[in-house]
T-cell receptor, first 112, second 113 residues
């Protein structure tokens, strides 16, 4: 069966520090991968998606970047965090066709 | 472009009462529609989905939703609320030709004893 792993679960980082969040999927190949952010009291905002290795689409220009170095690995990064980067970050995957999106357990990022 | 509107950021019902969470969508082609539930500090769990076929879709935990093309709606219902249903619910839309899943702003369901 397919599983999705996301870590860390919680993270407290100072303003200006770098960020790296990792997401991996097991039990499938060539998944479509997604990063969403959920700010306090708000809905889910699609940040990036990837349909293949090295292919990244950005939905919102901002302080973050994404990379897909391997087929089932998706990384969210920042060189210098801002206070506004605080939020709950969710990774998700689906197969082409979009019949169902499976989400990871999320990372709670607090920038102080 | 796809979009989703969820009416009511908070809905409060008594235990045992009907749950109705509203969702309207905008899509240029027949959409795929989803309802997800999120408990505090957790990821999203799929409740149910509509892709093609029967317009009344049954999901987990006694929830169901009906796709009404004429009303561009996909409202979520449950006949009798349980305390454990208290959570945040998200409606989402995807187009078959698109890689993207677009969410509504969410509705927080409160269940009163």
């Amino acid at each position: 069966s397919q599983t999705i792993h996301q870590w860390p679960a919680t993270l407290v980082q100072p303003v200006g520090s770098p960020l790296s969040l990792e997401c991996t999927v097991e039990g499938t190949s060539n998944p479509n991968l997604y990063w969403y952010r959920q700010a306090a009291g708000r809905g889910l905002q699609l940040l990036f998606y990837s349909v293949g290795i090295g292919q990244i689409s950005s939905e919102v220009p901002q302080n973050l970047s994404a990379s897909r170095p391997q087929d089932r690995q998706f990384i969210l990064s920042s060189k210098k965090l801002l206070l506004s980067d605080s939020g709950f970050y969710l990774c998700a995957w689906t197969q082409t066709g979009g019949y169902g999106y499976t989400f990871g357990s999320g990372t709670r990022l607090t920038v102080v | 472009a796809q979009s989703v509107t969820q009416l009511g950021s908070h809905v409060s019902v008594s235990e045992g009462a009907l749950v109705l969470l509203r969702c309207n969508y905008s899509s240029s082609v027949p959409p795929y529609l989803f309802w997800y539930v999120q408990y505090p500090n957790q990821g999203l769990q799929l409740l149910l989905k509509y892709t093609t076929g029967a317009t009344l879709v049954k999901g987990i935990n006694g929830f169901e939703a009906e796709f009404k093309k004429s009303e561009t709606s996909f409202h979520l219902t449950k006949p009798s609320a349980h305390m454990s249903d208290a959570a945040e619910y998200f409606c989402a839309v995807s187009e078959p030709s698109s890689y993207k899943l677009i969410f509504g702003s969410g509705t927080r369901l409160l269940v009163r004893p």
